[in-house]
């Protein structure tokens, strides 16, 4: 089969993952692994420029034992239109959403492409970004309103944690069941002082005032857990010491954060 369709399957909602993430279901998880070794390994039989974005990226087209796969592959790096940019943070908020059980972001691995490093992103066929929901006045499903707003919280979140100073409405991605995809993380990971003293959102954002409202248990767990040791075993060589340290400084600053929304609204009104 096409790789590139095997994302697009069905929202399974009687899968217990889904209460808390439910971007990826368990079968396609279990194809994760398959689709790394497919990105680091396959041939590139075609490539064009996508024409969209400040890092120029590249559509490839892959093959590799009859069966082809599909994607974006970008190597920003140092001070572009004055943002910091790195192709090595797509690496590492994959690895990252991995580590956290987030399963919002396509496999993403290292690949070499006309004699350069960068990253290599699936490619994933989405009906739409926020970007295309709101020029076109698009409605969320009644349905699907309440797994909406938890992937909107828990996107706030997660760019907290990684100090993801990009996020946009046009990297917020939808599958055509309403699934939360998440796309271009190379402005990630800041770790100058004020992204050590500031989260990207909440009672004091660096970007806006905009409270997670709830989130997962299980994400608040695996926060908890974050060590510097987990985090370098996760990420490997795509982040710098100073990055983890920063990293484990906004961890203290939100669970901080979360807490005091427990103690002001009460546990069960927050966690789920």
């Not at 590249?58 to 940019?85: A, D, S, V």
Request: glycine residues 6%; aromatic residues 12%.
């Amino acid at each position: 089969m096409r790789y590139k369709a095997f994302f697009c399957l069905f929202f399974l909602l009687f899968f217990p993952i889904f209460s808390a993430f439910g971007q990826f279901n368990p079968e396609e998880l279990a194809e994760r692994e398959n689709i790394e070794v497919f990105l680091k390994n396959a041939e590139i039989i075609l490539f064009k420029e996508i024409g969209e974005g400040v890092t120029k990226p590249y559509k490839l087209t892959l093959r590799k034992n009859g069966e082809e796969m599909e994607g974006c592959w970008k190597n920003p790096y140092g001070i572009q239109k004055g943002h910091l940019e790195g192709w090595q943070y797509e690496i590492a908020a994959y690895r990252m959403d991995k580590l956290l059980n987030l399963n919002m972001i396509p496999p993403t691995v290292e690949r070499e492409f006309q004699g350069k490093r960068g990253s290599l992103q699936f490619w994933v066929d989405t009906a739409l970004s926020e970007l295309d929901r709101m020029e076109n006045n698009i409605n969320i499903p009644r349905y699907k309103l309440p797994h909406w707003n938890k992937m909107k919280y828990l996107t706030r979140a997660f760019d907290c944690l990684i100090a993801n100073e990009d996020r946009t409405q046009q990297n917020m991605r939808y599958t055509e069941d309403w699934r939360t995809l998440l796309i271009d993380h190379s402005r990630s990971f800041r770790s100058k002082r004020k992204y050590r003293k500031q989260l990207m959102y909440g009672k004091n954002g660096l970007k806006a005032i905009q409270l997670f409202r709830i989130l997962p248990r299980s994400f608040v767990q695996k926060v908890e857990e974050l060590t510097f040791e987990n985090i370098r075993s996760a990420v490997g060589s795509t982040l710098s010491d100073e990055e983890i340290e920063a990293l484990l400084e906004r961890k203290e600053l939100l669970l901080k954060e979360i807490q005091e929304m427990i103690k002001d609204k009460g546990k069960a009104k927050v966690l789920y």
